[in-house]
């Protein structure tokens, strides 16, 4: 990144180039992410988390933005800003900003009494734009805006009562058993957060009633399978320490954290797509990648071995009514 300009209180500016396009990065040196505190001597308390600034942020996407494009391309997207990082307030944004540039895509999407302008992210220099909007996190719908009843994406959210992944390694494994019986590839990515996300991928031929009430048979087969340590109640104080198994974003305009997304957390960490070996390894935690080494992890193609193109629910529709 090349820049000019004096101090790191935000006035400088710089500018990334990204595929055809620069863009220009306002306030690059802006820390959104404390590292590790000092001590008096200016050393670090804990051993060397260093800061995550705005400049990071934007190299972060478009060093990754050539794994991240295929899974946000044509889809409305909703933001997660946090312009004055971490420690500062938060937005959820769903219509574009205002400066928004002619040349990045939008989609005017229905909703109750109106529409609202999605940001559409189809290439690295949009990307780069709204990181450098302080954009930390992408929520992505699970349909494309030219079918946006007709998702292509299924998503289990696997949700511990605690902060402890090892209950949502062993739901995630007895998920893909069950959509194994169903005949439904399915991939796994870490939230970056405490859980999970088991995606299948679908051929938008059903819409979203019919998707949602799939989802939640699914899960109501597999609650029934294992009842002492898996949930479908919606209430929180009626789960009893259960792992919640969440299938709400199956709907219309519900948004999903996109893989590659960073997590507004200590340390940064990514939403990370891993293979089911990898889900099996205790090592693997919902934060066990970051900005700082999630790139090695993308470039092993965690996801290869799926089929690219979405499966028809009928077929898995009469399996699991079949189990019902």
Same mark, same amino acid.
């Given at each position: 990144?090349?820049?000019?300009?004096?101090?790191?209180?935000?006035?400088?500016?710089?500018?990334?180039?990204?595929?055809?396009?620069? /863009?220009?990065?306002?306030?690059?040196?802006? /820390? +959104?992410?404390?590292?590790?505190?000092?001590?008096?001597?200016?050393?670090?308390?804990?051993?060397?988390?260093?800061?995550?600034?705005?400049?990071?942020?934007?190299?972060?996407?478009?060093?990754?933005?050539?794994?991240?494009?295929?899974?946000?391309?044509?889809? %409305? +997207?909703?933001?997660?800003?946090? %312009?004055?990082?971490?420690?500062?307030?938060?937005?959820?944004?769903?219509?574009?900003?205002?400066?928004?540039?002619?040349?990045?895509?939008?989609?005017?999407?229905?909703?109750?009494?109106?529409? @609202?302008?999605?940001? *559409?992210?189809?290439?690295?220099?949009?990307?780069?734009?709204?990181?450098?909007?302080?954009? /930390?996190?992408?929520?992505?719908?699970?349909?494309?805006?030219?079918? %946006?009843?007709?998702?292509? =994406?299924?998503?289990?959210?696997?949700?511990?009562?605690?902060?402890?992944?090892?209950? *949502?390694?062993?739901?995630?494994?007895? +998920?893909?058993?069950?959509?194994?019986?169903?005949?439904?590839?399915?991939?796994?990515?870490?939230?970056?957060?405490?859980?999970?996300?088991?995606?299948?991928?679908?051929?938008?031929?059903?819409?979203?009633?019919? *998707?949602?009430?799939?989802?939640?048979? @699914?899960? =109501?087969?597999?609650?029934?399978?294992?009842?002492?340590?898996?949930?479908?109640?919606?209430?929180?104080?009626?789960?009893?320490?259960?792992?919640?198994?969440?299938?709400?974003?199956?709907?219309?305009?519900?948004?999903?954290?996109?893989?590659?997304?960073?997590?507004?957390?200590?340390?940064?960490? /990514?939403?990370?797509?891993?293979?089911?070996?990898? @889900?099996?390894?205790?090592? *693997?935690?919902?934060?066990?990648?970051?900005?700082?080494?999630?790139?090695?992890?993308?470039?092993?193609?965690?996801?290869?071995?799926?089929?690219?193109?979405?499966?028809?629910?009928? %077929?898995? =529709?009469?399996?699991?009514?079949?189990? +019902?």
């Amino acid at each position: 990144m090349s820049a000019t300009g004096a101090d790191s209180a935000g006035t400088e500016e710089g500018s990334v180039r990204a595929g055809r396009r620069t /863009v220009r990065i306002h306030r690059p040196r802006k /820390v +959104l992410f404390p590292g590790s505190a000092r001590s008096t001597d200016g050393a670090r308390t804990d051993g060397g988390r260093a800061d995550v600034t705005k400049a990071d942020l934007v190299e972060y996407y478009r060093s990754v933005a050539r794994h991240m494009m295929p899974e946000l391309r044509g889809r %409305p +997207l909703m933001l997660e800003r946090h %312009p004055d990082g971490l420690d500062g307030p938060r937005f959820m944004q769903k219509n574009i900003p205002g400066n928004y540039p002619d040349w990045a895509r939008r989609a005017e999407m229905a909703k109750k009494g109106g529409t @609202v302008t999605h940001p *559409v992210c189809d290439d690295t220099a949009t990307l780069v734009f709204l990181a450098d909007q302080a954009s /930390v996190t992408f929520h992505r719908w699970l349909s494309r805006a030219d079918r %946006p009843d007709h998702p292509d =994406r299924l998503v289990f959210d696997l949700d511990p009562a605690r902060d402890d992944f090892e209950p *949502v390694r062993a739901a995630a494994l007895l +998920l893909r058993e069950l959509l194994d019986e169903l005949a439904l590839p399915a991939s796994a990515m870490t939230t970056g957060s405490k859980g999970l996300h088991v995606i299948v991928r679908l051929d938008r031929r059903t819409a979203f009633d019919e *998707v949602r009430a799939f989802a939640m048979d @699914v899960a =109501r087969v597999l609650a029934a399978r294992d009842p002492d340590r898996l949930t479908t109640e919606q209430r929180t104080d009626a789960r009893a320490g259960r792992l919640y198994l969440d299938v709400q974003r199956n709907a219309y305009a519900q948004t999903a954290v996109a893989p590659y997304s960073v997590r507004p957390k200590e340390g940064a960490p /990514v939403a990370t797509p891993i293979s089911w070996d990898q @889900v099996k390894d205790p090592a *693997v935690t919902a934060r066990r990648w970051t900005v700082a080494d999630v790139m090695e992890q993308a470039r092993t193609r965690p996801w290869s071995d799926v089929p690219a193109r979405g499966r028809s629910l009928a %077929p898995a =529709r009469r399996r699991l009514d079949a189990l +019902l």
